[in-house]
């Protein structure tokens, strides 16, 4: 008898696959790059009305109600790309850059991602990006060191530092337990506020070590922190009102990147 519903089941799936006409086909993706990355990144609440300034008409904050990013409106991450695999599967090299993202919705539709809004790199070849607004770091630093020890906590100290020529600086000084991390995959569109109908389309698989939040329960292991963000066109957005939220180190972030 199971036998004979199943063949029925399948003979109806076919009957109104006939009426429904041919299956759309999936839409093909191309593979730009990849990159193995460490990341350090600060989740911010910033003035609203400044930070609307840099969306184009038709986008929105899309703030999370709960969870690790509940109230956040702006990211602030930190990236060493350690190693750069381009499509054919060849090394391009390595680059360390900071930028900023808001995680973003289309107004009245179901579009979601983030969207870069700022960036310095310390690569000439790297500005102004993919997404037009990346500014080439006339200084920078980055310095991460580990201490460890038989019956010891783990201790990091970091320190990310990058100015522009423009007189935009983003930088973050801080000591913390590292503690595992918790691994995770997502895929996610990332759009540029200049021309929105483009994007980029991260893979990601990383391993996620949130050291101090302010909604989730998590033992705070932060010993020191610090931060400085001012200059140019960020000075409306960090303008002392602005609170950390969440402050996150990424142990691992491996990303693919794709072109609709």
Not at 42 to 71: C, H, M, Y
Not at 181 to 190: C, G, L, P, Q, T
Request: charged share 20%.
């Amino acid at each position: 008898m199971v036998g004979k519903a199943a063949a029925a089941g399948c003979a109806i799936f076919v009957v109104l696959c006939g009426f429904a006409g041919p299956t759309p086909q999936a839409r093909a993706e191309t593979f730009v790059e990849h990159s193995a990355e460490f990341r350090m990144q600060l989740d911010f609440v910033v003035p609203d009305a400044a930070l609307r300034k840099f969306l184009p008409s038709g986008w929105e904050p899309n703030i999370a109600t709960q969870g690790p990013a509940k109230d956040c409106n702006l990211r602030m991450i930190f990236i060493d790309r350690v190693d750069i695999t381009g499509a054919d599967g060849n090394p391009i090299g390595s680059n360390r850059l900071v930028y900023l993202a808001i995680p973003v919705k289309q107004s009245g539709g179901s579009t979601v991602g983030q969207m870069i809004i700022a960036g310095l790199t310390t690569e000439a070849k790297d500005a102004p990006g993919p997404f037009g607004n990346y500014e080439l770091a006339t200084s920078h630093r980055m310095e991460r060191s580990l201490v460890g020890g038989a019956g010891k906590h783990t201790l990091m100290d970091e320190h990310w530092e990058f100015a522009a020529a423009s007189g935009e600086r983003l930088e973050v000084h801080l000591k913390y337990e590292r503690a595992p991390a918790r691994k995770n995959s997502n895929e996610v569109k990332f759009f540029s506020p200049t021309n929105p109908t483009f994007y980029q389309i991260f893979k990601i698989e990383q391993g996620l070590d949130i050291m101090r939040n302010a909604t989730i329960k998590v033992r705070d292991r932060v010993k020191e922190f610090s931060y400085k963000a001012a200059g140019g066109r960020l000075g409306s957005l960090f303008d002392g009102t602005e609170r950390v939220v969440s402050i996150d180190s990424f142990h691992w972030y491996n990303r693919g990147i794709y072109l609709p």
